[in-house]
């Protein structure tokens, strides 16, 4: 082996065991081709770690992933977990990675496979020019705010949770869409509640700034309920859409569906420790342990951790272009079954991935 990468890897709940282990067998084939070694770490986090060390995020699975090349997690959570106290919930624990790593931006890409078309929920003729990329906020806003769980009694029950950012929080995640545009088509969308909200006042008017400073990138800006509309409007006007933590995650559930399944979509989380990839879809228990479970997502958020993280951009190419192949060969997991396809399990699929490499 010429070099060896260390990936922490979190299968986590539900489905995350069977995609990631699905995952790793087309990551260490890939590798293997360019005579590269993948030393996996596994961990644990969410509820599987709730069982075992009575927390979401063990300080060791922290401590692993600070230390690695990249973190590559399945997903986490299962109505197993719902009625536990708040403060340890599993999603805690990507949540407390996100923050634990400094990992402010989260990437996803939302794009269509040509042999994925006739699956959007939209007319072909919208789908057809789908390919964008959600910039999401990721460690501040209302997620990480102040928040008051239900406190009081009677009709005065009352919580709340605060959305609040700081200027350093929307300049360096602007950049970051900028940096995006730039190698792309050159077209930022920042999206807000401005006419309402005064976090979204400050977001707009740094998003401003930054189209100021940057005369080649071209910025508009939409509120949050106009851009959940356009974007199943006219979704191929979209180039980079970047915004707040909360819109992000709201907006890139929409986007997935767009694009034919959230069961294929990647995603990757960075900032200033060591960056972290997971699919877009959750731990899925209805199916869980009946090895029916698509892998494409989880396979794509390994090609992105490959371009990003490891520095092994070709490998990331040959995944994705297997990927693409199998899809185009018609091979398709329950959730992407249409007749007269070829029907595969989660290890099939990436058998048929490998095959494809
Ligand atoms: C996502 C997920 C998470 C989020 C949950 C699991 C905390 O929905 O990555 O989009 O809301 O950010
Ligand atoms: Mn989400």
């Known amino acids: 082996m010429s070099q060896v990468k260390n990936?922490?890897?979190?299968?986590?709940?539900?489905?995350?065991?069977?995609?990631?282990?699905?995952?790793?067998?087309?990551?260490?084939?890939?590798?293997?081709?360019?005579?590269?070694?993948?030393?996996?770490?596994?961990?644990?986090?969410?509820?599987?770690?709730?069982?075992?060390?009575?927390?979401?995020?063990?300080?060791?699975?922290?401590?692993?992933?600070?230390?690695?090349?990249?973190?590559?997690?399945?997903?986490?959570g299962g109505p197993k977990w719902d009625k536990v106290d708040p403060a340890i919930r599993p999603e805690k624990a990507i949540l407390g990675l996100r923050k634990e790593l400094g990992l402010f931006c989260n990437l996803r890409p939302i794009k269509i496979f040509p042999s994925m078309r006739a699956y959007s929920p939209l007319k072909a003729e919208l789908v057809d020019k789908v390919d964008f990329v959600i910039v999401r906020e990721l460690t501040g806003g209302i997620y990480f705010g102040q928040?008051?769980?239900?406190?009081?009694s009677g009709e005065q029950e009352a919580a709340w949770d605060k959305e609040e950012y700081a200027r350093y929080e929307v300049e360096r995640i602007m950049q970051i869409a900028v940096e995006t545009a730039k190698k792309r088509r050159g077209q930022v969308t920042s999206v807000d509640k401005a006419n309402v909200l005064a976090s979204s006042r400050l977001w707009r008017k740094i998003a401003e700034e930054t189209a100021q400073k940057n005369a080649d990138v071209n910025f508009d800006y939409l509120y949050v309920d106009n851009a959940a509309q356009q974007m199943v409007v006219k979704p191929g006007q979209f180039d980079v859409l970047v915004?707040?933590?909360l819109f992000g995650d709201i907006l890139s559930d929409e986007g997935a569906v767009i694009s034919g399944s959230i069961g294929l979509l990647p995603s990757a989380s960075i900032g200033q420790g060591t960056a972290l990839y997971e699919p877009i879809h959750g731990s899925a228990p209805d199916i869980m342990g009946q090895g029916i479970a698509n892998p494409?997502?989880?396979?794509?958020?390994?090609?992105?951790?490959?371009?990003?993280?490891?520095?092994?951009?070709?490998?990331?190419?040959?995944?994705?272009?297997?990927?693409?192949?199998?899809?185009?060969?018609?091979?398709?997991?329950?959730?992407?079954?249409?007749?007269?396809?070829?029907?595969?399990?989660?290890?099939?699929?990436?058998?048929?991935?490998i095959s494809y490499l």
């Open 243 to 245: 915004t707040t933590n």
């Open 147 to 152: 928040r008051q769980e239900a406190s009081g």
């Open 296 to 353: 494409l997502g989880t396979i794509l958020s390994a090609a992105m951790m490959c371009r990003y993280s490891l520095d092994l951009p070709q490998v990331a190419d040959k995944i994705e272009a297997a990927v693409e192949r199998t899809l185009e060969e018609g091979y398709r997991t329950g959730d992407i079954y249409t007749e007269g396809m070829k029907r595969v399990g989660t290890d099939q699929m990436a058998d048929v991935v």
């Open 7 to 76: 990936i922490v890897v979190i299968p986590g709940d539900g489905i995350g065991t069977e995609i990631i282990s699905a995952t790793r067998r087309v990551v260490d084939e890939a590798f293997s081709q360019v005579s590269v070694g993948a030393n996996w770490i596994e961990k644990r986090a969410g509820g599987a770690a709730i069982d075992v060390d009575g927390v979401p995020l063990p300080q060791d699975t922290i401590d692993a992933a600070k230390k690695a090349d990249a973190v590559l997690l399945g997903a986490v």
